[in-house]
C-alpha cells in the first residue's frame, strides 16, 4: 500500500503557471495519474507517467501541462502553464498499474491522494 499527499494548489489568474507534487509514501513502480474534478462534474483525466518516464496527456491540457516524476524523492510533479479558468479543480494524484485501456480512467488506479485545490480566476 502506498498513501499520496498532493500540494501546491492556490488561488492564481489566467496565464499564471502552477507546479502540483504527489508525495509518495515509499518508493513505488507504480505508473502515476493526475486527475481533477470540478464542482458538478465526473472526475477527469490529466495525465500519467510510467516509472520509465513516458508520459501521456489529455488534449486538453497538451502544450501546457507538463508531468515529471523524481523517482530518488517518490514525487511526481504537475507543471501547469498558461491557466485557464476552466482549468479550476480539486487536483488528484493517483498511483496503480492500470492497463492501457483503463490508463485514462479512474478505476485503473488503487491509490488517490486527498486532492488539492487549483482555482484560476478569470
Known amino acids: 500500500q502506498v498513501q499520496l499527499v498532493e500540494s501546491g494548489g492556490g488561488l492564481v489568474q489566467a496565464g499564471d503557471s502552477l507546479r502540483l507534487s504527489c508525495a509518495a509514501s515509499?518508493?513505488?513502480?507504480?505508473?502515476m495519474g493526475w486527475f481533477r474534478q470540478a464542482p458538478g462534474k465526473e472526475r477527469e483525466f490529466v495525465g500519467t507517467?510510467?516509472?520509465?518516464?513516458?508520459?501521456n496527456s489529455a488534449d486538453s491540457v497538451k502544450g501546457r501541462f507538463t508531468i515529471s516524476r523524481d523517482n530518488a524523492k517518490n514525487t511526481v510533479y504537475l507543471q501547469m502553464n498558461s491557466l485557464k479558468p476552466e482549468d479550476t479543480a480539486i487536483y488528484y494524484c493517483?498511483?496503480?498499474?492500470?492497463?492501457?485501456?483503463?490508463?485514462?480512467?479512474?478505476?485503473?488506479?488503487?491509490?488517490w491522494g486527498q486532492g488539492t485545490q487549483v482555482t484560476v480566476s478569470s
Open positions: 515509499r518508493r513505488t513502480v507504480y505508473t
Open positions: 493517483a498511483a496503480g498499474l492500470p492497463s492501457w485501456q483503463v490508463q485514462a480512467v479512474p478505476k485503473g488506479y488503487a491509490y
Open positions: 507517467i510510467a516509472v520509465g518516464g513516458s508520459t
